[in-house]
T-cell receptor
Framework: QKEVEQDPGPLSVPEGAIVSLNCTYS??????FMWYRQYSRKGPELLMY????GNKEDGRFTAQVDKSSKYISLFIRDSQPSDSATYLC????????????FGGGTRVLVKP | DGGITQSPKYLFRKEGQNVTLSCEQN?????MYWYRQDPGQGLRLIYY???????QKGDIAEGYSVSREKKESFPLTVTSAQKNPTAFYLC??????????????FGEGSRLTVL
């Protein structure tokens, strides 16, 4: 079993819909949680960063962490065609020297 | 503009050949990383370096080698010992060693295909 599980998709939604992405993990030591966005044939870029449990909002993006369930989510409101990309969750712990463990990524397609 | 430059973008190699992927950064970051990306498997760490002249193996170092002679440069050599080298290779850097807040800055990647 992988340490971080993420549905590969693709997830296809109409423009303006809410995109809901999630990851589950098995290592309870993880305490830093990130979402990266990767456009086709490009390197990933950091979207959201959350420490421990809770919610964080940045514009149309909301990240949630539920450490008790070992479950993190990313919501994209009012989705745009430019949001079409692969979204990777990543997490780390001090015990692992803060090295990131990535999920496999979910491909999202927002149709105009 | 500051950033990470990887070259070449696309590379074809015959079986049994070594190939070196270049990674240069002008962000003045201390730490640099090499990841491999395969479909559905996320990013897997090959090697990382926290300071010049020092580097550590990641999770899948077998068949790869690196050097860190300059702060700006972290080339990756894919040797003939790597059993399945066809993949997308990503170089990254971070301000502090061990990723800090987790913000890795990535290059645009190099796609290696073994014929």
């Amino acid at each position: 079993q992988k340490e971080v599980e993420q549905d590969p998709g693709p997830l296809s939604v109409p423009e303006g819909a809410i995109v809901s992405l999630n990851c589950t993990y098995s290592n309870s030591a993880f305490q830093y949680f990130m979402w990266y966005r990767q456009y086709s044939r490009k390197g990933p870029e950091l979207l959201m960063y959350t420490y421990s449990s809770g919610n964080k909002e940045d514009g149309r993006f909301t990240a949630q962490v539920d450490k008790s369930s070992k479950y993190i989510s990313l919501f994209i409101r009012d989705s745009q065609p430019s949001d079409s990309a692969t979204y990777l969750c990543a997490m780390s712990s001090k015990a692992a020297g803060n090295k990131l463990t990535f999920g496999g990524g979910t491909r999202v397609l927002v149709k105009p | 503009d500051g950033g990470i430059t990887q070259s070449p973008k696309y590379l074809f190699r015959k079986e049994g050949q070594n190939v070196t992927l270049s990674c240069e950064q002008n962000l003045n970051h201390d730490a640099m990383y090499w990841y491999r990306q395969d479909p559905g498997q996320g990013l897997r760490l090959i090697y990382y370096s926290q300071i010049v002249n020092d580097f550590q193996k990641g999770d899948i170092a077998e068949g790869y080698s690196v050097s860190r002679e300059k702060k700006e440069s972290f080339p990756l050599t894919v040797t003939s010992a790597q059993k399945n080298p066809t993949a997308f290779y990503l170089c990254a850097s971070s301000i502090v060693a061990s990723g800090g807040t987790g913000e890795l800055f990535f290059g645009e990647g190099s796609r290696l295909t073994v014929l």
